[in-house]
Every structure is written in structure tokens, then in C-alpha cells.
């Protein structure tokens, strides 16, 4: 039997976040292998894996939930920072919802907000923490909409806690590189460069030169990462599945395979343990430390 091998040598994908202009063709070149001869065995695979997806799949209310909060949160700060009663204007999903790579149970709404040069330029004004006194100020402007709502602002986000999700808000400056200037309030204070467009479109561009399995795979992998408590963010999760599924023999077929997929890719992870992987755009570096080893044993307490 053909397995896949974690310690081959890393394809174009591997990089990442490299300037790749031809990304698209050198995934597609990479070569997949011969359908295998199965037997009749096997027949239920393929049902089972797609109900297991239907079910990580958001409903239309959840939809329509995570939407209307977010829309009024938008509404909210653009009445503020523009005078508008927009919903949607300087404002977009990161994350889960902007990757389309969200699942049931519903997890936080992260959204981008934009906001104008001139608060940037009046919060240059203050002397200590510019990005905490900013946090707190966009969480004091949502606290005179939603008065009995718990919020919280720190970090990088200004976290709003719904009832049935919390929006996650990150004010940023728009830089004329088409990147984004978010807060960090950690040690004094500072800017941090982002690139979400860069994000989105290397996961749109792995999901096309994979037959549009790398979303399913990513919500699988959520509800394994959820059920069995492995400590390993979302974010780098998606972006290992991204780069173990471009080089995978598996990767051009369908829901049958995917009991093949999920395996390799779980010895995949055992191998990236104490290694390295790259944001796209900005080429930032995140250690995956111990994160390999300790995910996929827990896999037998899995669904």
C-alpha cells in the first residue's frame, strides 16, 4: 500500500508564505497517485465521511446568527468613527468566517474594523500603551449599544460575549501596502503588520489545487481538535493541513479517501513537532512546539 511518507522532502507548498506569483501551478504539479483497487468493504467510507461533514457544517440560522451580530457590531462602530449607519462598510470576517472554514457548534466571529488615520494619529498623543487605551476606547464605544453584555478588551481584539458567540473585534489602520496595522498591548505596546488577504488567499488557492478537499478536511480537524481538548490554536491548524494536504497522494479524491487523508495527516503532525511554519504574506515564523506529539495520540478518544 502506498502511505504517504511526513518525512519526504517539502514540496512548494511547504513554504508557505513565500511570494509565490505561480503558487498555482507548482501545487498542481504536484503528482498524485493512481486511484487503488478497493473492495466492497469499504462501500460505507465515503457516506460516512460526508454525513460527518454535513453535520460540522454551520446551519442557516447559525448563519444568520453569526451575520446579524457582526452587522451590528459594524453598525455600532461606524456610527462612532464615520457618521454612517452601515453594517458591513469598513468591516470583514477574519478567522474561521473569512477562511470559510467555520464549524458547528459555532465558535467566535472575528471581524476586522477598520478604522481612520486620524484616531491613529490621535492616539499617537498618548504616552503609555497607545494600543490598550485604543482597545478600550472601541470596547467603550460598543458598551453604549450593548450596556449589559460582558466585553473585554486586550491583547489584540476587543472581545464582545453574545449569548450564542462572542464577536471577537480587531480595530486596525488600513497601510498602503494593502496590509493592516493591529493592536498588541503586550510590553508597552506596539503595532502589529498583518496581511488577512494573503491568508485567505492561500487557503482559497491550496482548497482549488486539492478538488476542494482542504475546507472539509480543516472542519474535520477542528472537531477532533474540540472533542479531544488539543492544545494547538485553529489558526496553525489550518494552515498544517494546508501544506500536508498539498503534497498528499490523496489530496485530488473525494470523501471515499478520507479515511487515508486524516491518517497521514495525523502522522504528519507527529513529524512537525519543535518545527516552524510561516504566515502567508508577512513570513512570520510561529513554533508549533510540543503540539505534534501531544495532538494525535489523543485521536482514540476521538469520535
Known sequence: MNYFNPLSPPSALSALSAPYPNLLAALSAVPATPVPAVGLQWIAVRQRFTQFHNNLSLTPTQFLDGMTKRNGVANCLNRRYYGSASETDNSFFVGSWGKDTATRPPRDVDLYFVLPVAVHTRFQAHVWNRQSALLQEVKGVLAETYPDTDM????????????????????????????????????????????????????????????????????MLKAWQTYCSVPIKSFQLELLAADFLGKSPWRLYDFFWFDWITRDFFAYLYHRANSFIAVPGTLETIHLGKTGKAGPKTRTGGP
Open 152 to 219: 473585554s478588551g486586550d491583547g489584540q481584539v476587543v472581545v464582545v460575549r453574545f449569548g450564542s458567540y462572542s464577536v471577537e473585534v480587531v480595530p486596525a489602520f488600513e497601510l498602503t501596502n494593502g496590509r493592516y496595522w493591529i493592536c498588541n498591548t503586550n510590553d508597552g505596546g506596539s503595532y502589529k503588520e498583518t496581511d488577512p488577504w494573503a491568508e485567505v488567499g492561500y487557503i482559497n488557492t491550496v482548497n482549488q489545487v486539492t478538488n476542494g478537499n482542504l475546507r472539509p478536511l480543516i472542519r
